[in-house]
C-alpha cells in the first residue's frame, strides 16, 4: 500500500452489550437506551442508534474532528422498516397523519449523516449498503485515507431487526461494529498492509492471502458481520497474532480482502 493505514481503535455491541463477542439475537430496548445518553438522538432510527451506540466509543466526548474526519456506515436493512412504518401510515390513516420527521429515516445515506453530525465529523460521509456492507465500509475506508480524502474515518457495519427484516430475513440478529482508522501509527492497534477487492477468490493477488485467512462467513449480523470479523481480527493483531487476511463478499458480486499485521509494521 502506498499510504500507511492504521487501525487505531475497534469496539462492538450486541444483544449482551458491548464488545466484540457478539451473538445472534435481539437487542433489547432498554439496554439500547441506556448504552448511549446524550442530545440529539431522538430522529435516529434504530440502525443509527446501534451505530453510535459503537461508534462513540471510539471518540472522546467533545472531540471536534473537523472536515478531515470521516465516516462510512454500512447497513443492508437501515430503512426497510422505517420506510415500512411511514408508507404504513400513510396508507391506513391518510397522508395527513404521517410524521414528518420519520421521513428522513427511509433514506440509506442518513443513518450515516446522523452518526457523523452528532459526533462531530464534517468530511465524506458514505454509506454502502447491500449484505457485504460492513466489511465494504471498511474497504471504503481505507480508500478515503490511501486517496488524501481524510485523516480519519470511522468504519461502521450495523443492522437491526423489525417486523419487515424479519419476515425477510428470519434469523438475522442484530449490532454494529466499529473501527477508527487513520495514517497515524502512535496508537496503532494494527497496519493495514493490503486491500484488494476482485472479482471472485482466485483473481485476488497470490499474496493476498498468507499467513492466516479467516472468511467473513454468513452475514447472520447483517451488514454488521463484515465489520465485526475485521474488528475481531485487529483484536487478536494487537495480542501478538498475525498477519490475518479477513475475506469476504464485495459488492453485488465480488470479494475483498483485507489484511493486517502488527502496527510494527507501519
Not at 102 to 111: C, E, G, I, K
Request: with cysteine; proline share 6%.
Amino acid at each position: 500500500m502506498s499510504t500507511s493505514v492504521c487501525v487505531t481503535g475497534v469496539a462492538g455491541f450486541g444483544p449482551d452489550g458491548h464488545g466484540l463477542d457478539v451473538r445472534v439475537g435481539a437487542v433489547g430496548d432498554e439496554l439500547l437506551a441506556a448504552s448511549l445518553t446524550m442530545r440529539g438522538l431522538r430522529p435516529l432510527a434504530r440502525t443509527a442508534r446501534l451505530a453510535m451506540v459503537a461508534a462513540a466509543r471510539l471518540v472522546a466526548p467533545g472531540e471536534d474532528g473537523g472536515d478531515r474526519a470521516a465516516v462510512v456506515l454500512g447497513s443492508a436493512w437501515a430503512c426497510v422498516d422505517p420506510l415500512a412504518e411511514f408508507v404504513g401510515v400513510a396508507a391506513r390513516e391518510g397522508a395527513d397523519r404521517v410524521f414528518p420527521m420519520a421521513f428522513p429515516n427511509t433514506v440509506a445515506s442518513v443513518h450515516a449523516g446522523y452518526v457523523a453530525t452528532l459526533l462531530g465529523r464534517t468530511g465524506p460521509v458514505v454509506s454502502p449498503c447491500g449484505r457485504h456492507a460492513g466489511l465494504e465500509a471498511v474497504v471504503e475506508a481505507v480508500s478515503l485515507l490511501e486517496h488524501g480524502r481524510a485523516d480519519d474515518v470511522l468504519a461502521v457495519g450495523a443492522e437491526t431487526r423489525g417486523p419487515v427484516v424479519d419476515a425477510a430475513a428470519s434469523g438475522l440478529g442484530e449490532g454494529a461494529a466499529a473501527l477508527r482508522l487513520s495514517g497515524d501509527p502512535q496508537a496503532a492497534l494494527a497496519a493495514v498492509t493490503g486491500c484488494w477487492t476482485a472479482r471472485d477468490l482466485e483473481s485476488l493477488p497470490p499474496h493476498a492471502c498468507e499467513g492466516v485467512v479467516r472468511p467473513v462467513g454468513e452475514p447472520v449480523l447483517g451488514a454488521a458481520t463484515g465489520a465485526l470479523a475485521v474488528a475481531r481480527a485487529v483484536r487478536d493483531v494487537a495480542a501478538g497474532d498475525g498477519p490475518v487476511t479477513v475475506v469476504g463478499g464485495c459488492g453485488v458480486q465480488g470479494v475483498a480482502a483485507v489484511r493486517l499485521e502488527g502496527p510494527t509494521r507501519v
